[in-house]
């Protein structure tokens, strides 16, 4: 298996755009995260997928943000309108059960101008 | 006053040394996680426990329960075990769980 991908890698834009990040989880994994990385506030978890399902969506910072799962393969994250404070690395991961180890994609860094 | 808090937040090495890296945390959990981010900001799941010692490798992580207390320990560092190492908590939150985040140590072993 390829692991988790994560695209784009990295993605410029400004501020007042939506910006989409895409996901792809491991085959055969039944949970999907998605996390924030920034240098203030580290890692943070804005929301996870069970069977495609949302379950917590607790970490989402406000409703300029969404994501989706339309099937076990694919999962988006979506920012509209974005921000500058956006900014950030956002990681997706998966696993076999809920917290159990988490297979990391490499991540999007996302520069909102 | 943060959740889970790790200690250094920074750290040299020589290599062959012997690392310890501490977090603590302040409220009860169901598991405690070890992570390493690698320089190049992949992100590699090391250890969950919930109590006890396990070991992999160099690796070496316990955590005590009562102390709320976990520290991971590497062997004979290496300079390819430059990283940032991230301790993270699961804690109860209505019915369900929350995965709480320190803000992570980095380590830095010189040849």
């Known amino acids: 298996d390829a692991g988790v991908i994560q695209s784009p890698r990295h993605e410029v834009t400004e501020m007042g755009q939506e910006v989409t990040l895409r996901c792809k989880p491991i085959?055969?994994?039944?949970?999907l995260f998605w996390y924030r990385q920034t240098m203030m506030r580290g890692l943070e978890l804005l929301i996870y997928?069970?069977?495609?399902?949302?379950?917590?969506d607790s970490g989402m910072p406000e409703d300029r943000f969404s994501a989706k799962m339309p099937n076990a393969s694919f999962s988006t994250l979506k920012i509209q309108p974005s921000e500058p404070r956006d900014s950030a690395v956002y990681f997706c991961?998966?696993?076999?059960?809920?917290?159990?180890?988490?297979?990391f994609g490499p991540g999007t860094r996302l520069t909102v101008l | 006053k943060n959740e889970v808090e790790q200690s250094p937040q920074n750290l040299t090495a020589q290599e062959g040394e012997f690392i310890t890296i501490n977090c603590s945390y302040s409220?009860?959990?169901?598991?405690l996680h070890w992570l390493q981010q690698h320089p190049g900001g992949g992100i590699v799941s090391l250890f969950m426990?919930?109590?006890g010692k396990k070991k992999h490798g160099r690796l070496i992580a316990t955590i005590n329960i009562q102390e709320k207390h976990s520290s991971l320990h590497i062997t004979a560092s290496h300079p390819r075990d430059s990283a940032v190492y991230i301790c993270a908590v699961r804690r109860p939150q209505g019915g369900s769980e929350k995965l709480v985040f320190g803000k992570g140590t980095k380590l830095t072993v010189n040849p």
């Open positions: 085959s055969g994994h039944d949970y």
């Open positions: 997928f069970n069977n495609n399902v949302p379950i917590d």
């Open positions: 991961a998966s696993s076999v059960r809920r917290y159990n180890e988490q297979f």
């Open positions: 409220v009860g959990i169901s598991a």
């Open positions: 426990l919930s109590s």
